[in-house]
């Protein structure tokens, strides 16, 4: 299995155990996180503002699905004591980006 399709197994897999970001970010955040996603290139530093634990966050990569219908990002996120890498994605067409 390629490596696009492992990643595209994983996204799918935590949108079915986790659902939709949405429901973690403050809606403040989570506009212009959404909209960083979409616009912004690889290497990117980004801040979530308003979330109780000051985090930034970098996007590390973009993947795109072999049939071109899937882009996934791949973000590490930063907090004070730790930090986690989350792939977001979205089809194509789609303004919606899930985890």
């Known amino acids: ?21 949405s429901s973690i970010l403050p809606v403040e955040d989570r506009k212009v996180f959404y909209n960083d996603l979409s616009t912004q290139l690889d290497g990117y530093v980004g801040q979530l503002a308003n979330v109780k634990t000051p985090t930034s966050y970098k996007i590390l990569s973009t993947r795109i699905s072999p049939s071109g219908d899937v882009l996934c990002r791949i973000v590490d996120f930063q907090r004070k004591a730790s930090g986690s890498i989350e792939t977001y994605c979205k089809t194509k067409g789609s303004n919606m980006w899930k985890r």
Do not use: Q
């Open 1 to 21: 299995m390629s490596f696009i399709c492992k990643n595209i197994v994983v996204a799918s897999t935590y949108i079915l155990l986790f659902g939709c970001a």
